[in-house]
């Protein structure tokens, strides 16, 4: 036998690589081919146990929470899971950044807005508006504040407009009966809540002019309102019904009224940041009814304080503070056993109540931009209180009579549905 020489132990390494090239090849090929569902996690047990499978980098994470379906012309819903999403603070609109910051507080007995430093806690003006101010409520563009001066018993209501980035109010505009007023989720129309008629008033949000008008004959001092997070529907409450009302917006129609447990006298109501739930003050039976959005029924009460009215939502969406006015008369008593409880949203449980030193009227108000404070009108004693977010300190600063629907501005949200900022 010969030995093979150079060239033919040449020619057989190039073969022997060859060889492993191609097989390299087809390997790599049915890596390639073989679907990404099917590979096996690199962290595949060594134990007789099926192997983890990985999902497709493809994938697309699925949402737990549909989006939300808004009537055309409403913004979108960015958090379905939390429609005050975009009320957190820190998320101050454009719209607001030549604002001055300031607490407008309308003082019903004594027809003026006292005008408040929230950095110094100082009274800075006060100037005189219509006959008998109720709310100061935000523009749905948040250009406007408007002073909702109802004139009681008479026939000289109308609406004061205060240019937010001079303090200054402007010519007051007339209107029947406005006390309060809120804002279509389209912006398309302003509604005037005419409490003493038992109507609600479609009017431009600019000029103030008639649009049409809805008749409640069943809600006698239809008076707060809050909105489906869709915008197609609006609840509203009746104080001397001891009710509620539900609006369809797209056809502006009645759908229907509740009757509500416990002889009540409903005030200010607020929606949950899912949308499925409507909170209800109730200053008679002192405390807050759970209402199902969809269904139009009570689920629940909670129970919280003497005289319960404001309702506002913190900052981050995640707890409702309640403003218990310490009376069940219209008109109390200064120094009752006046409150605030705080209600968690997700468990509907009454977390702490933090009442007044010395007793008080806490009334309507609302959240500072930062969230620190809750700012509350003192009905029946004449002041403005602060209450500290966290731990319920309050500071009091004395303004003009019965004051009522103060607001805080500005304000963090994209627009405002109305009342003292019922932002979104």
């Not at 909170?279 to 919280?304: E, W």
């Not at 997700?346 to 404070?373: C, F, L």
């Not at 403005?384 to 977010?389: A, C, I, K, L, S």
């Not at 304000?411 to 019922?422: A, E």
């Amino acid at each position: 036998m010969t030995r093979p020489g150079k060239s033919s132990r040449a020619r057989i390494q190039w073969a022997i690589i060859g060889g492993l090239l191609v097989v390299a090849v087809a390997v790599w090929s049915v890596a390639l081919w073989w679907p990404p569902h099917r590979r096996v996690s690199a962290q595949t047990p060594a134990t007789g146990a099926p192997p983890v499978v990985s999902p497709s980098p493809a994938s697309p994470p699925v949402s737990s929470v549909p989006p939300v379906q808004t009537i055309p012309g409403m913004p979108p819903v960015p958090d379905p899971a939390n429609l005050y999403s975009e009320t957190a603070t820190g998320r101050l609109s454009p719209a607001v950044s030549g604002a001055l910051a300031r607490v407008y507080v309308p003082n019903v007995k004594a027809n003026t807005v006292t005008v408040i430093d929230p950095a110094t806690r100082t009274v800075v003006d006060t100037f005189p508006v219509g006959l008998n101010p109720q709310h100061v409520v935000p523009s749905h563009d948040l250009t406007v504040l408007w002073v909702a001066n109802n004139a009681e018993g008479s026939t000289k209501g109308s609406l004061t407009p205060i240019d937010p980035t001079t303090g200054k109010p402007g010519k007051a505009v007339p209107v029947d009966d406005p006390y309060n007023l809120y804002f279509t989720p389209d912006g398309r129309s302003a509604i005037v809540v005419a409490e003493a008629l038992k109507r609600l008033d479609f009017r431009d949000p600019r000029t103030m002019t008639i649009q049409s008008s809805i008749a409640v004959p069943n809600c006698a001092g239809v008076n707060h309102i809050d909105f489906a997070i869709d915008g197609k529907f609006m609840i509203g409450t009746c104080e001397f019904q001891s009710g509620l009302v539900k609006i369809d917006l797209v056809e502006r129609t009645v759908l229907g009224y509740l009757a509500l447990p416990r002889n009540g006298m409903p005030q200010d109501i607020r929606v949950s940041p899912d949308g499925q739930t409507f909170f209800v003050a109730d200053m008679m039976a002192g405390g807050v009814h759970v209402i199902d959005s969809a269904r139009f029924t009570v689920t629940g009460f909670l129970a919280t304080g003497t005289g319960t009215h404001g309702l506002y939502p913190s900052r981050d969406g995640k707890k409702l503070y309640v403003a218990n006015r310490g009376s069940k008369q219209i008109r109390g008593k200064p120094k009752g056993p006046g409150s605030v409880s705080v209600i968690d949203f997700a468990t509907r449980t009454v977390e702490i109540t933090w009442p007044v030193p010395g007793g008080g009227s806490p009334d309507m108000g609302n959240v500072s931009a930062d969230g620190s404070q809750l700012w509350l009108s003192g009905r029946f004693d004449d002041v403005v209180y602060v209450f500290d977010t966290k731990t319920g300190e309050v500071t009091t600063i004395p303004v003009g009579k019965e004051p009522h629907g103060l607001t805080v501005w500005p304000q963090p949200g994209r627009y405002s549905l109305g009342h003292t900022g019922n932002m979104r």
